[in-house]
């Protein structure tokens, strides 16, 4: 009789594997195997029972823990330790002991829960098995639930109201709407010309200072804007003609005169280790990987051993990995290199998720793992530095600043001296000097050079995949494990493009967020679906049922879902003209249109004409192989690349353009 050890993945079966003898037999799911039913809502709305049906791609999965689990006098389910990971632990439990034939003792059967693969941790976990949390498999419960029932109410609505074809889901709705919100403010936005003054110096040191003041009036005016991504800040200047600029640098004196110098010491503290969210917005901004490339890769980390949990958004990390770090600081880097004390991190966030640490490394002395790919490699280190970091001694800056007077203008110029690197070491940032001369006031200097730039109020940028994560985080909506999905759902849906690393959305999704965001406010609104999240934190903790929760919702949906459906007018989804007569009907426009598949022309008249052909959008160069025009193409993922436009005849792909 073996012990059976039941994990989603087959690399972290083999993983755990490693750590355990031969009495134990260690089998992967390779994920849910028991969920809602693909052709059919599946909820009973009254009770809201659940029909859950077992995936027949599984069923050589459900054989194989069938015989497995007969055999073995100890079951242990050791699937991922959040929601979803409790959730696969109690299908599996049904299966084994309500779900099959040869009916396995259910006190056989026991939760274990390792936030990192590490032969201590897994030992640890099997040392303190217990029952399973059936509050976070509740939460789970109701969170699938909750999105079935808006998914399969709302979509039917938008194929009667807008198009056929077209889903909706509650979470990447709103996610769409933030996009479309954001569009409307850029294309409303009314771009004004100014122009900066700076100024060229050399003392030993060449040097700027740039104009802030005129008779005591700031030169520059900065409108700050608080968005859900962060604060954004339009400036502009006084001047918005060149020969006001050229007016003002005509009156300045020579020499400028040392009205103030300002010297201090300014101290920096390394930030918290990863969590999830801002693991995908460093990705992002670091690497252009989109959301769902960083946690694949961190899948892989955590799968080998390399990481803890990477679904978490717990900035807390434990006494023993913070005395690890303390330790290798001291012995590889010196003492004046770690910091006095233990610094600790807080929780900012109230959510209700489970307690988890913050994304770490597992064994801080693996700082280059073997057997890593570079991107997998460029991951690990990216973690490994921001983690160990956090007990590096703060870095110390000097900072200072020169004010110089013209006449009745004022300039400054900043500069910046790194004093003590102290966590910088560790996590590699890397800060170049600015530095000024030595000055003194009342000392006279004349400038090199006086600069005049010409510039405009830019509007606020499009979501980018770090900013959406950021603003969907600050806002409560989704949780850890959501925010990749929702951004590949999107992108898959048609409703968005990704033009240069950044979302803009298409014809489909302005016409889907104006149908959606008109006739159900409430449910497409940012507080409610922050309050839905929390209420499904309560039922995590126990303080709450998920049936009344649907009940509660459905009942006030159900009416708003009727009043739709008798009432709302049709909405158009705009069109792109080509310029093109029909050549079928020769009546009809050519017109873009987005279908399942992406982009295609079809003829205006459509249904009475239904003229259609492959859309392509030109690059404007010959493929270097064949001769022929190139096109630009997307992946699945929303990426774009370089091919020829006679493919398959001729295969030519490229990432840069020739």
Do not use: Q
């Given at each position: 009789m073996k012990k059976l050890l039941i994990v989603e993945s087959p690399t972290k079966a083999r993983t755990i594997s490693k750590y355990l003898g031969s009495g134990f037999e260690v089998m992967a799911t390779v994920g849910h195997f028991r969920d809602l039913p693909s052709s059919k809502m599946g909820v009973d709305l009254k009770k809201f029972t659940v029909d859950y049906v077992i995936d027949p791609k599984k069923k050589a999965v459900v054989s194989e823990l069938g015989k497995l689990s007969a055999g073995a006098n100890e079951i242990y389910l050791a699937s991922d330790p959040d929601r979803e990971g409790e959730a696969i632990a109690w299908h599996?439990?049904?299966?084994?002991t309500e779900g099959q034939k040869k009916k396995v003792d259910e006190n056989k059967i026991s939760r274990v829960v390792f936030h990192e693969i590490t032969k201590e941790a897994v030992e640890e976990a099997l040392g303190k098995a217990k029952k399973i949390d059936m509050d976070l498999v509740n939460a789970q419960q109701g969170r699938r639930v909750l999105d079935r029932v808006v998914g399969y109410s709302l979509s039917p609505v938008l194929w009667r109201k807008v198009r056929r074809g077209l889903s909706a889901g509650r979470v990447q709705s709103v996610a769409v709407r933030l996009i479309c919100e954001r569009e409307r403010e850029i294309e409303a936005f009314s771009r004004e010309k100014f122009f900066r003054i700076g100024a060229s110096f050399k003392k030993g040191e060449n040097f700027e200072a740039e104009l802030q003041k005129i008779k005591g009036k700031n030169f520059?005016?900065?409108?700050?804007?608080n968005l859900f991504d962060g604060e954004y800040s339009y400036s502009k200047s006084l001047f918005s003609t060149k020969e006001q600029a050229k007016k003002f640098t005509d009156s300045l004196e020579k020499e400028f005169t040392v009205a103030r110098v300002n010297v201090r010491e300014v101290s920096r503290s390394p930030l918290p280790a990863y969590t999830t969210s801002k693991l995908q917005q460093a990705g992002a901004r670091r690497f252009g990987w989109s959301g769902k490339q960083t946690m694949t890769l961190a899948q892989r980390l955590y799968e080998q051993?390399?990481?803890?949990?990477?679904r978490t958004d717990s900035v807390y990390l434990s006494?023993?990995?913070?005395?690890?770090?303390?330790?290798?600081?001291?012995?590889e880097y010196g003492s004046?290199?770690?910091s006095p004390t233990v610094r600790v991190y807080k929780n900012n966030s109230k959510n209700a998720q489970e307690a988890h640490e913050a994304i770490r490394p597992t064994k801080v002395a693996e700082v280059e793992p073997r057997n890593l790919d570079s991107k997998e490699l460029k991951l690990y280190q990216l973690i490994w530095k921001r983690a160990v970091a956090t007990q590096g001694a703060v870095a110390k800056m000097e900072s200072n600043s020169v004010e110089l007077i013209n006449n009745e203008a004022l300039f400054k110029a900043n500069g910046l001296r790194v004093v003590f690197d102290g966590f910088y070491r560790i996590s590699g940032e890397k800060h170049e000097d600015q530095l000024l001369p030595e000055l003194k006031?009342?000392?006279?200097?004349?400038?090199?050079?006086?600069?005049?730039?010409?510039?405009?109020?830019?509007?606020m940028p499009r979501y980018s995949d770090a900013s959406l994560v950021a603003a969907m985080e600050k806002q409560g909506i989704g949780r850890p494990s959501t925010y990749a999905p929702i951004i590949s759902t999107i992108i898959n849906r048609q409703y968005v493009d990704r033009e240069e690393g950044r979302f803009k959305p298409?014809?489909?999704?302005?016409?889907a967020n104006e149908f959606l965001t008109k006739n159900f406010p409430k449910v497409l609104s940012l507080p409610f679906t922050a309050e839905m999240e929390t209420d499904l934190d309560k039922v995590a903790l126990g303080k709450a049922d998920w049936r009344k929760m649907m009940k509660d919702f459905w009942k006030g949906f159900e009416k708003e879902l009727k009043n739709v459906e008798d009432h709302a007018e049709r909405v158009k989804v705009a069109v792109e003209k080509t310029g093109e007569k029909c050549p079928l009907c020769k009546e009809g426009d050519l017109v873009i249109r987005v279908g399942r598949f992406g982009k295609f022309i079809s003829c205006s008249l459509f249904p009475d004409c239904k003229y259609t052909a492959p859309f392509r959008?030109?690059?404007?160069?010959?493929?270097?192989?064949c001769g022929k025009e190139g096109v630009i193409k997307k992946t699945k993922s929303g990426k774009k690349f370089f091919g020829c436009s006679d493919y398959p005849k001729c295969k030519w792909a490229s990432w840069k353009k020739p």
């Open positions: 599996v439990k049904w299966l084994l520059i005016e900065s409108t700050k804007v051993g390399l990481i803890t949990y990477h006494d023993k990995a913070v005395g690890e770090f303390r330790n290798f600081i001291e012995k004046e290199y770690l006031v009342d000392e006279k200097i004349a400038a090199k050079k006086i600069n005049v730039t010409e510039t405009e109020t830019n509007p298409t014809s489909l999704g302005i016409a959008e030109m690059a404007g160069f010959a493929c270097p192989e």
